[in-house]
């Protein structure tokens, strides 16, 4: 005679049901002991992994050999050092030519070309270009910087002042001056 599991209406195993709990009891234990005992394990030794396999590098069209690396950014500065010719507060007559000189560093990383400009910002032209050239420097060097005036026709004190732009259009460094009394 075959035994089965059958439940009773209200959940409890029925004769042959004991079998079936036996049964699920014993292969529980079976599973238990195919695995190690918590005394056969041991730790393994540290293996690396083996190197990557390299794959070979796909071919490159000549055209993409040839493209230029782009520029690092610089950072732009002007400093002024001195005065080298009519300090500020001298008397001028009126109309006279006036040959002002600055000492100046290019005390950023970027070198000074012909792209470089210096720009009246302030105070009456007297007569002098509006933009002209900086003068080209490498970084870190000093140079002396003229622009050439004429002093006003009227009594009065005048001031003149310049700024220094990059390649972008963008002001930087000190502004330099021209102050001139006329009498």
Known sequence: MAMTATTHKRGYLQPGGIVLAGLVLFLSGMLASCA?????????????????????????????????????????????????????????????????????????????????????????????????ALFPARAGTNAVLQIVFQAPADPGKYRSAWQAYNPDGQPFGDPIFIEVTVP
């Not at 069209?61 to 493209?67: E, F, M, P, R």
């Not at 302030?122 to 933009?131: H, I, K, L, R, V």
Request: glycine share 6%.
């Open 36 to 132: 190690p005992a918590q005394s056969e394990l041991t730790a393994e030794p540290f293996r690396p992994l083996p190197p990557p396999i390299e794959t070979p590098t796909p071919p490159v069209a000549g055209d993409d050999l040839v493209k230029p690396l782009a520029t690092p950014a610089c950072l732009d500065n002007l400093t002024w050092i001195a005065d080298v010719t009519i300090p500020d507060g001298t008397e001028v007559g009126p109309n006279s030519t006036l040959d002002k000189r600055w000492e100046i560093k290019n005390s950023g990383d970027c070198n000074w070309d012909e792209r470089y400009r210096i720009r009246l910002i302030a105070g009456p032209a007297m007569n002098a270009t509006q933009e002209q």
